[in-house]
């Protein structure tokens, strides 16, 4: 028995560090930003979504879940547009009683996959939103709406037993360290498919000044018009291998993202930096993670709620007098 402590002890921190006690208001709040950021991520791309369900079946190259669905009219697409939409507002204000809200939360996270992958599905694959849609179907799970949310008429829920939930626990911290998990992973994944790709050799700095050189050639040959530093950086190579070194570090030191108070956010701070780099210089942006919703959970979002509870508080109290 005595044996059996240490592994005892090494299971409970394990434990402990899957599901921290987190409070409630933090995961409700990442639900109403990353829900947010999708409802108009889902209103940006709606029309180009349109035009590309009306190419024909030509051009369709199912992917994801819409490989189950294939190729349906446009008409569908709209449809389903629209409904995902307000299963979007719904989600983010936390509307219904209990049982409706956890229907909301997944219905929404499924319409929202099978609308990337269809938009996915038509000859041109756009990475931007996956980390969100990984995001959202975690969300989709977890207890988000115990706190934070509109409430019914009269100022109570129908099932009044979601008041007796605690304002801290376990079940409101695994989801947000699953989130971490998601992209912290991703990160990771993505260093090791540039050193697949290119081996070491991508770290010199060359792959990328090839691919800047590449774009801006195409886009002075065809006239497109684009801004970016790219070209005027191609004579200083140092400048594409430090940008490649950093990359490499931030994506392959992902895991170090997981680590608690300013390790963390300084991973997130050099993150956050390398995408505004790669979008200066190359003229791509990613804006999930450059708007900073994509770090959501890292951040102790529940301290704005203070200072806009003591602002309603005393509106309340100067209304009374």
């Known amino acids: 028995m005595a044996g059996e402590r240490p592994l005892e002890r090494g299971l409970l921190r394990l434990s402990a560090w899957l599901a921290p006690v987190m409070p409630a208001s933090r995961l409700a709040l ?14 940006m791309v709606a029309p180009d979504l349109m035009r590309r369900s009306a190419l024909g079946a030509a051009k369709f190259e199912p992917l994801g879940i819409a490989t189950w669905s294939g190729m349906v009219a446009p008409g569908v697409v709209m449809a389903v547009i629209g409904v995902t939409g307000g299963l979007g507002i719904a989600m983010v204000l936390g509307l219904g009683h209990r049982g409706l809200r956890r229907a909301v939360g997944p219905a929404f996270a499924v319409g929202v996959l099978w609308l990337a992958s269809y938009r996915n ?13 990984l995001q959202l179907l975690v969300l989709a799970v977890a207890p988000t709406t115990d706190a934070v949310r509109v409430r019914w008429p009269g100022g109570k829920d ?16 695994w989801p947000l360290r699953v989130i971490m998990l998601v992209t ?28 800047v050189g590449h774009e801006a050639l195409r886009m002075t040959l065809v006239g497109e018009s684009g801004w970016s530093l790219g070209a005027w950086l191609l004579p200083h190579a140092w400048v594409f291998t430090a940008a490649a070194v950093g990359t490499v570090v931030l994506e392959l030191g992902a895991p170090i993202g997981l680590r608690r108070g ?9 993150l956050w930096a390398m995408h505004v780099g790669i979008w200066v210089v190359m ?26 509870r003591r ?11």
């Not at 129908?158 to 911290?173: H, K, L, M, T």
């Not at 602002?311 to 007098?321: E, K, N, P, Q, T």
């Open 30 to 43: 990442v639900r109403v930003v990353v829900g947010l950021y999708a409802c108009v991520w889902l209103a």
């Open 121 to 133: 599905s038509w000859g041109h694959l756009s990475h931007g939103e996956h980390l969100m849609v």
């Open 158 to 173: 129908v099932r009044a037993g979601d008041e007796q939930q605690p304002r801290e626990s376990e079940r409101y911290g």
């Open 184 to 211: 912290v992973s991703t990160y990771a994944i993505a260093g090791l498919a540039k050193l697949r790709g290119a081996g070491w050799a991508w770290i010199s700095g060359e792959a990328v000044r090839l691919h």
């Open 262 to 270: 300013w390790v963390g956010i300084g991973w997130i701070a050099g």
């Open 283 to 308: 003229g791509i942006g990613f804006p999930y993670p450059l708007s900073g919703v994509a770090f959501a959970a890292w951040l102790p979002l529940e301290r704005v709620l203070t200072p806009i």
């Open 311 to 321: 602002l309603i508080g005393g509106r309340s109290s100067d209304a009374r007098r």
